[in-house]
Each structure stands twice: as C-alpha cells, then as structure tokens.
C-alpha cells in the first residue's frame, strides 16, 4: 500500500519561514520523481518545486530564490524548505510521487502566511 504524507505546516508572519517534509512508503522512492503543489481557496491547484531521481530540479517562477526542493531516498523523504513567506503563498501544500504517469498524492498540509 502506498502512503504520501506531509507535515511541517503551520501559521507564519510574511517574511518568515517554514520547511515542509513528506515521506512516501510503499514504493522505490529513489526511482520516483517527488514534487510538492498548493492550492490556495477558489485556485487551482498548481506546481512548486519538483525534483527528479537525478535530483535536477524545476520551480515556478514565483518561488524561485525562496523556496528549496531537496530529497533523502535514505530515509523516503523530500523536504520544501520556504523562506521569506508571502501571503500568497498561503495554501494546502500537496507532495505528490509520479513515475511514468503513475502518481500518487498527499493529503496536503496547511501553510498560512498572515500579518
């Protein structure tokens, strides 16, 4: 059974800074590309930061220089570390594992940036 969960999210003041962890079981994760998404209220859900078995990584514009994709296949995890916080960046933060069109997602966990 494959299980993708999040965790580290929470409530932040703009300009702070969060790092969000998901770990997937129940497959060879070394060989699945990872990649984190959010959804914000009445938006569709949209790409953040990817990263590939071979660790190139891929962001949307609007959190490069911010945000930091990193994986540890030792341990089944990969991690978004977020700085300099903007309120819209509030959203549900969703990882998900994706081999050859095969995915599989999490239940998202909340970020809230608020002054």
């Known amino acids: 059974q494959v299980q993708v969960v999040e965790s580290g999210g929470g409530l932040v003041q703009p300009g702070g800074s969060l790092t969000l962890s998901c770990s997937a079981s129940?497959?060879?994760?070394?060989?699945?590309?990872m990649a984190w998404y959010r959804q914000a209220p009445g938006k569709q859900r949209e790409m953040v930061a990817t990263?590939?078995?071979?660790?190139?990584?891929n962001y949307a514009d609007s959190v490069k220089g911010r945000f930091a994709i990193s994986r540890d296949n030792a341990k089944n995890t990969v991690s978004l570390r977020m700085i300099s916080l903007k309120p819209e960046d509030t959203a549900v933060y969703y990882c998900?594992?994706?081999?050859?069109?095969?995915?599989?997602w999490g239940q998202g966990t909340q970020v809230t940036v608020f002054s």
């Open positions: 998900n594992a994706n081999q050859h069109g095969t995915v599989y």
């Open positions: 129940g497959i060879r994760f070394s060989t699945y590309a």
């Open positions: 990263i590939s078995p071979n660790l190139n990584r």
